[in-house]
């Protein structure tokens, strides 16, 4: 054996063993630091979607469900008391309003919060859409319900648009009626439609943005899975064009 073969076998070949095996050391470690900081993110961001899923129909459907079931019935009542209206019906529909007006209060202090969180997590699509139009359902509702519950009597103020007194106004001409309620009962049982109908396709999509990672920093510039495609595709057409109408 020559000197040369001699150090190419004694002390080249070890040393460029041991770099390479370094070099597959060092990326094989690299690769798994990787992998589990993919993965964490992974879970991190889906944890905080869920959460600004849920904050966000938890609140939808506190506002629906009161606005429906009793500040509809408190409004009236205040405006066309029947004739077994009691003293203490009258406390618990006060009451209801003040639960009504707090869940409302909630609803409007956390929209832009809300609103930014659905963005972040969910996209500016369907689903920001979606929340924006149960919004502007709510505000619809609320001008209503306020217009029947502080403006039934002749020279009452009435609202003509959401935002209190600084809003376009004007004064009621007459005494609102029993014509007047059915009116209105036909009216709100077509916004309590269109909102449960958007507000169950926000839950719909969200949910399949959950459950295939489409959420947060995961989207990245791909396009939608194809589960969650699919279910875009059959709300925009169930949720396009409704608009309850006075």
């Known amino acids: ?7 190419i076998q004694f002390v080249v070949l070890p040393v460029l063993v041991g770099f390479f095996a ?13 992998f589990r900081s993919m993965n964490k993110n992974k879970t991190e961001q889906k944890k905080k979607a869920e959460k600004v899923r849920q904050t966000v129909l938890d609140r939808c459907d506190k506002v629906f469900n009161i606005m429906k079931h009793e500040a509809w019935y408190a ?7 029947p004739k077994d209206y009691t003293d ?11 639960s009504y007006t707090d ?36 505000e619809s509702v609320s001008l209503e319900l306020w217009n029947v519950y502080h403006a039934h009597k002749e020279g009452d103020v009435v609202l003509s648009k959401p935002g209190g007194f600084d809003s376009l106004a004007e004064k009621r001409e007459r ?12 009216v709100f049982d077509a916004y309590y439609e269109e909102l449960k109908q958007k507000i169950f396709a926000l839950s719909a999509v969200t949910g399949a943005s959950q ?14 899975p194809e589960g969650v495609q699919k279910v875009m595709n059959e709300l925009e057409g169930k949720t396009g064009g409704l608009t309850a109408s006075a």
């Open 211 to 224: 459950k295939y990672g489409y959420v947060g920093n995961l989207q990245g510039n791909r396009p939608p």
């Open 103 to 138: 869940a409302q209060r909630e609803w409007r202090t956390t929209s832009a919060c809300n609103e930014t969180d659905i963005c972040q997590y969910f996209g500016d699509g369907l689903e920001h859409r979606l929340f924006k139009e149960i919004d502007s359902l709510f």
């Open 75 to 81: 409004a009236w009542r205040r405006a066309l008391p």
């Open 88 to 98: 203490e019906l009258a406390e618990e529909d006060k009451q209801a309003w003040k």
């Open 1 to 7: 054996m020559t000197d040369s073969e001699t150090i």
């Open 22 to 34: 370094s070099v597959i050391g060092f990326m094989s470690m690299w690769l798994s630091e990787h």
């Open 175 to 186: 005494d609102l009626n029993e014509e007047d309620r059915i009116k209105s009962r036909n």
